[in-house]
């Protein structure tokens, strides 16, 4: 089986300090990899040179695309690598100010990638943004809304269903559930996981919170000063971490 | 009037600009950066207009300046002694007999034929401005052709307030390439981009240029379901009669009151000389 994503030793430094250093991995399709790590060890970093945001200073990424097979999309042309970026890839900010167009409405903001990619039927991406504000259990009467005036897990669930509406086969996960409270990062967290699972999605999920990749996660990535320290199967690396960090990492968490 | 070289700029400022122009017509719908001069008026009022019609005219030229369809109006007065001062050119309100037109927010009624030369005022060149702020992503968008972004403006029309609502500037994709602001001209106007006269476009503080050749294909953007609708006030001209002129609504006194009259001053007087 072909991966859909695979990593070779990519590294990127900021000037003389390391942003993340000699990475490699793969993700199958289907498969949902958790990226931990605290702050400032290198995850965004790494998810931003993913998804195109950043350019990496050495490695390869290499992209299953429905075309042409594995290709690398540091050197695509930029036009390509654009139209991977609105079609099969998607990418969910921590903060949805980050990732919706907020003076847009609901509507508008999950239409605008089927207009990017070519859609022309009002009422065809009207029933498309309709459905999939229902998907994401937003009540279809607040449509023509502003995403100002909704609340933060709304606004998260928009994004996903703005990132989600042309069918994407790789999911870029930014802290998904930074700054919402916890009933609602657990309803975010149920959706996503369902939507994941329904749709075979692949993604790579970025977090500092180990109860998001516990429920997400297939398998874990361990970061710590740039470098991955551990990696393995979730359940594996969470009950029984072997690297000193990820068990500093493991017994931090707080028990209530 | 010898204290000014003949209209105004000096002829190394007219080559530049005539190079964008010339840059502008052979990318029809492209932005053309170039290095606008201070004029002796306030941006906004022409300055891009008056450059580009600088380096078009010759003392040959008839000229003729338009202001929302009106030769009367400041602007226009202005803009026509201007040249006449410093270029002494001819000028004229006749629309069929002026060779260069300087026009703000309006295209005149009368069809322009091959020999004219129609130059338009820009505030805005860039259509995507108010969608995305960023000058460095806008002129991404241009390269990469990705205009799905404009689309969701006109979504927005329609979500809020039934159909599409943007009257004027409206959207317009050029011979399937570039999406252009045709500068604020009713939505009226917009299939007479579709002309046989060289259609330029100057935007003095924004420091672009633009141009639509004789006949390019000018489409206006819509939707398949909400086609575009060049639509007008639904009145004739309470002057010539005229039903398939753009109309300015005039109130006439503080009872509510009013008229609906042809913008375009040179074509409702004619039609008026006609019927007399």
Known sequence: MTPLLDVRSLTKTYGSRTGCADVSFTLYPGEVMGIVGESGSGKSTLLNCLAGHLEPDRGEVFFDTRTDGPRDTLRMSEPERRMLGRTDWAFVHQNPRDGLRMRISAGGNVGERLMAVGARHYAEIRTAAEDWLDRVEISTNRIDDRPAAFSGGMQQRLQIARNLVTGPRLVFMDEPTGGLDVSVQARLLDLLRGLVRRMGLSAIVVTHDLAVVRLLADRLMVMKDGHVVETGLTDQVLDDPQHGYTQLLVSSVLQV | ?276
């Open chain 2, 1 to 276: 009037m010898t204290d000014y070289n003949f209209a105004y700029l000096d002829e190394q400022t007219k080559r530049m600009i005539r190079r964008a122009l010339l840059k502008g017509v052979a990318i029809p719908g492209y932005q053309v950066p170039f290095a606008s001069r201070e004029m002796p008026m306030p941006y906004g009022w022409g300055t891009g207009g008056v450059q580009v019609s600088a380096a078009c005219l010759t003392p040959d030229d008839r000229f003729k300046v338009i202001d929302q369809g009106a030769d009367d109006t400041t602007n226009a007065v202005s803009i026509r002694k201007f040249f006449e001062k410093t270029a002494g050119v001819a000028v004229t309100e006749k629309t069929s007999e002026a060779t260069v037109i300087q026009t703000r927010h309006r295209i005149p009624e009368t069809l322009l034929g091959e020999e004219q030369i129609l130059v338009y005022q820009v505030p805005i060149p860039e259509p995507l401005r108010f969608l995305e702020p960023r000058e460095t992503e806008t002129r991404k968008m241009h390269a990469l052709e990705e205009y799905g972004l404009m689309h969701v403006k006109l979504y927005e029309d329609i979500a809020r307030h039934g159909e599409i609502a943007t009257a004027y500037a409206y959207p317009v994709k050029v011979e399937e390439r570039y999406v252009m602001d045709p500068s604020p001209i009713p939505k009226f106007d917009n299939p007479k981009l579709e002309s046989a006269a060289l259609q330029l476009f100057g935007a003095g503080r924004e420091q672009r240029i633009y141009a639509v050749p004789p006949y390019t294909r000018v489409v206006s953007l819509d939707f398949d379901d909400h086609p575009f609708d060049p639509s007008k006030a639904d009145h004739p001209c309470a002057l010539c009669g005229a039903e398939d002129s753009y109309l300015d609504e005039v109130i006439v006194d503080d009872t509510g009151g009013r008229m609906f009259v042809c913008s375009d001053t040179d074509f409702c007087a004619g039609r008026r000389e006609d019927a007399a």
